[in-house]
T-cell receptor, first 112, second 115 residues
Framework: QQQVRQSPQSLTVWEGETTILNCSYE??????FPWYRQFPGKSPALLIA?????NKKEDGRFTIFFNKREKKLSLHITDSQPGDSATYFC???????????FGTGTKLQVVP | NAGVIQTPRHKVTGKGQEATLWCEPI?????VFWYRQTIVQGLEFLTY????????DSGMPKERFSAQMPNQSHSTLKIQSTQPQDSAVYLC?????????????FGEGSKLTVL
C-alpha cells in the first residue's frame, strides 16, 4: 500500500502564481520529510526537507507547511517560474538515516 | 566530487538473461540505497546498506534480485532471469548517513530494458 500520498497528480499554473502541492502519510513513526524535484531525464534532487520538530520550513520561494495532527504536508512555491516545471516528490522516513518512502509525485507545469 | 556514478547508463537484455548494475557512491558516504523507477509504480525502494552491511532488503523481489556491497566504493544489483516487468530505471543513491543528514544523492540511473 502507498505509505505516502500526493495530490494532485498533475498541475498547471501561470507564471507568477503560487503553487501548492499536497502530501499525506499514514505511519506516525515517520519523522523526516524531504521533498525532491525531478526534471525530465534527470534524477531526483533534494529541494527542501522538514522534520517532526518543525511546523514550517522556508527556503527562498519554497515553503513546507506541516500539520502533524492530520499527518499532512504541503509545499508552496511562490512566484512560480517556467523553470519550476518538473515532478515533485514527497518522501518520508523513520529518522533521517533510514530508507525514504516516496509518494507518486506531482507533475507541475508553469506556463509563461 | 563526481557524484554517484552508475554504470551502465543503458542496458538491453533478452528475457531470461542476467543483468548486473553497478554503483559507486560518493566518497565518504556511509549509506547506499537502491530504488527503481517506473511510470506505473513510481519510485520503489529495493534495498540499502550502511557501512557496507545490508540493513534492509524488504523491497527486493527475493527470487531473482540480489545486491552486494563488497567494499565502500561500490555496490552491485544483480537481476537473474530478467523479465519484461523488470524494465525500469534503477537508481542508486548515497547518503552521508549521519544524524539529521538524510539527503539522498542520486546517480543518473541505469535504464534496463528487457525485451
Amino acid at each position: 500500500q502507498q505509505q505516502v500520498r500526493q495530490s494532485p497528480q498533475s498541475l498547471t499554473v501561470w507564471e507568477g502564481e503560487t503553487t501548492i502541492l499536497n502530501c499525506s502519510y499514514e505511519d506516525s513513526t515517520f519523522d523526516y520529510f524531504p521533498w525532491y524535484r525531478q526534471f525530465p531525464g534527470k534524477s531526483p534532487a533534494l529541494l527542501i526537507a522538514i522534520s517532526l520538530v518543525s511546523n514550517k520550513k522556508e527556503d527562498g520561494r519554497f515553503t513546507i507547511f506541516f500539520n502533524k495532527r492530520e499527518k499532512k504536508l504541503s509545499l508552496h512555491i511562490t512566484d512560480s517560474q517556467p523553470g519550476d516545471s518538473a515532478t515533485y516528490f514527497c518522501a518520508a522516513s523513520v529518522d533521517s538515516g533510514t530508507y525514504q518512502r516516496f509518494g507518486t509525485g506531482t507533475k507541475l507545469q508553469v506556463v509563461p | 566530487n563526481a557524484g554517484v556514478i552508475q554504470t551502465p547508463r543503458h542496458k538491453v537484455t533478452g528475457k531470461g538473461q542476467e543483468a548486473t548494475l553497478w554503483c559507486e557512491p560518493i566518497s565518504g558516504h556511509s549509506a547506499v540505497f537502491w530504488y527503481r523507477q517506473t511510470i506505473v509504480q513510481g519510485l520503489e525502494f529495493l534495498t540499502y546498506f550502511r557501512n557496507q552491511a545490508p540493513i534492509d532488503d524488504s523491497g527486493m523481489p527475493k527470487e531473482r534480485f540480489s545486491a552486494q556491497m563488497p567494499n565502500q566504493s561500490h555496490s552491485t544489483l544483480k537481476i537473474q532471469s530478467t523479465q519484461p516487468q523488470d524494465s525500469a530505471v534503477y537508481l542508486c543513491a548515497s547518503s552521508p548517513g549521519t544524524v539529521n543528514t538524510g539527503q539522498l544523492y542520486f546517480g543518473e540511473g541505469s535504464k534496463l530494458t528487457v525485451l
